[in-house]
């Protein structure tokens, strides 16, 4: 086969069954196909914490060997991978937001599990001096079935989040365990728990710039950090709120993405980072210097 054809064969997952045809065939051949139709969500399939990369488990079936065929290209562009869960845990990129070397987030629920946060501490996969395990208790919904469906960083002092997950009187809020490793021994061990999201966030710094539910549906929530407050959005609406806000000093693109969207996901879903550096050492250009930045 050329190189399009074993592309196409990897995509497709084909299985040929034989069978005796007691002809002059001798045989009867059936095909079934088992495609990765959901591998342009790059997200899902690993995540990259201060360590390097951690291959991740999805929790839907169909979408298992898309684990592997990431796990071949990462290591094709030379980028080495760190650790991968195993089971019983269950791990997808689309519920983890580093916060810097000194926090990182992982939502639990729908999607990934406690079982996956506890694989990342006990075998020092984060390298970040705290860890925040998200737990989605009492909503547990496909519109929401991870953390960039409702929470999105967009600066280094701002946040967007849906409105209907804040605050302690809501049904659908989110609870927060927070864990600090210990430098000498490199364990985790659990200091606070269940803190709601929105008042944990306000209290490492954020500001929260609340999205309406409506608008959370349309993937508002799920935007693309560039870097330097840079955003890609594909919902207009809370773009504009976005760049009104007094707490958000960047930029917002928004683009046309209804393609994707179209499938249960967004620009957030369908990209990956495979390496990250601290804001500190990016170069700063001439043009963002003049700007303030």
């Known amino acids: ?58 929790r ?31 791990l997808e990129g689309g519920d983890f937001f580093p916060l810097g070397q000194d926090l990182a987030l992982l939502g639990v629920g729908l999607r990934s599990n406690p079982a996956a946060a506890r694989q990342l501490m006990d075998q020092d996969l984060l390298g970040s001096k705290r860890f925040a395990v998200v737990r989605d208790e ?16 967009v600066s280094d002092t701002c946040c967007i989040m849906l409105e209907d997950i804040m605050g302690e009187a809501s049904p659908l809020r989110r609870l927060v365990d927070e864990y600090v490793r210990d430098p000498e021994t490199g364990k985790y061990s659990l200091k606070r728990q269940g803190l709601e999201l929105a008042s944990f966030v306000r209290e490492e710094g954020y500001n929260i710039i609340p999205i309406k539910a409506e608008h959370q549906l349309a993937y508002a929530c799920n935007v693309l950090n560039l870097g330097g407050s840079r955003i890609i959005s594909v919902h207009a609406s809370s773009a504009r709120q976005m760049v009104r806000s007094p707490h958000f000093k960047g930029d917002v693109c928004v ?30 250009g001439d043009d963002e210097k003049q700007n303030g930045v």
């Open 1 to 58: 086969m050329g190189v399009s054809q074993l592309v196409d064969t990897i995509m497709i997952q084909p299985t040929v069954h034989i069978t005796p045809s007691y002809r002059d065939t001798g045989l009867s051949a059936t095909y079934t196909f088992e495609p990765l139709s959901n591998l342009v969500y790059t997200r899902d399939q690993q995540i990259t914490t201060c360590k390097g990369i951690v291959m991740g488990r999805l």
């Open 138 to 153: 009492f909503d547990r919904n496909q519109d929401r079935m991870h953390l960039d469906c409702v929470f999105s960083v």
């Open 255 to 284: 683009i046309d993405f209804s393609s994707i969207t179209s499938m249960y996901g967004s620009v957030h879903c369908a990209s990956q980072i495979i390496k990250r550096v601290p804001s500190a050492l990016v170069p700063v």
């Open 60 to 90: 839907s079936q169909q979408r298992q060997r898309e684990v592997q065929v990431m796990h071949f290209c990462i290591e094709k562009l030379g980028v080495k991978v760190v650790g991968q869960i195993q089971e019983p845990g269950f």
